[in-house]
């Protein structure tokens, strides 16, 4: 029987190609015209929190995370997340979920957004967002529309436009508290 090497690694650019293929194997060339690639289509994905699953050296699984803004939340897109046949159904999906989550967490990140099927991500401690809350450069399925909240308020805040946010300029904490502070003293 062969011995399994299962590895977590983030991503790099070396992992491009076999991405590709896991992408194309998973998702055929339909993949491009999705709501959810069309704001993949605005900006780079963030390496930092995206990661793949290596078996004995070959990447057989990936999950990738893109900035967004989701109305005035602070957020991350989830996906694609995408394991090879020869590898499903043990655990390796799930695992790469629960570490793109903590890592965005980590970031400080307000909401893990995703388009997919509630049987799957809702007990990975993903909710429903309000029903046609948010809006997609495409057409969506309201009831696949998904979230893990991580900050004060994100249901209820999470409203409008979803489109690719540029993260390379990070906001500065302080500078939001004083001008908080100055509108409270007008
Ligand atoms: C969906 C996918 C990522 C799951 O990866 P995986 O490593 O096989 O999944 P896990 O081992 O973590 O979980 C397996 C469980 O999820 C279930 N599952 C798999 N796909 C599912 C789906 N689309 N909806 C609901 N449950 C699903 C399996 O039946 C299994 O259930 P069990 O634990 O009760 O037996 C993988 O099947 C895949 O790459 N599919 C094609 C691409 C895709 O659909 N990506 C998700 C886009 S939303």
């Known amino acids: 029987m062969k011995k399994h090497d299962i590895v977590y690694l983030t991503e790099d650019a070396s992992h491009d190609a076999a991405i590709e293929i896991i992408n194309e194997e998973a998702f055929g060339p339909g ?3 999705r709501a959810a690639a069309r704001i993949r289509e605005q900006g780079p994905h963030d390496r930092s929190l995206s990661f793949i699953c290596t078996d004995d050296g070959e990447a057989i699984a990936s999950v990738r995370m893109t900035p967004v803004m989701a109305g005035p939340v602070r957020g991350h897109l989830l996906g694609p997340l995408a394991v090879r046949p020869s590898h499903k159904n043990r655990g390796i999906g799930r695992e790469l979920v629960r570490i793109a989550v903590e890592a965005a967490r980590r970031k400080g990140s307000e909401a893990v957004i995703l388009v997919g099927d509630p049987s799957y991500y809702q007990p990975l401690g993903f909710e429903k967002v309000h029903y046609g809350a948010l809006e997609f450069p495409g057409p969506v399925d309201p ?3 998904l979230v893990v909240p991580m900050a004060a308020d994100v249901h209820a ?3 409008g ?3 690719w946010r540029d993260d390379s300029v990070a906001p500065v904490p ?3 508290v004083e ?3 100055e509108g409270a003293a007008a």
Request: proline fraction near 0%; include cysteine.
């Open 161 to 163: 436009v979803i489109c």
């Open 179 to 181: 001008a908080r502070a």
């Open 157 to 159: 805040r999470l409203s």
């Open 143 to 145: 009831a696949r529309v």
């Open 174 to 176: 302080g500078q939001a």
């Open 31 to 33: 993949r491009f015209v």
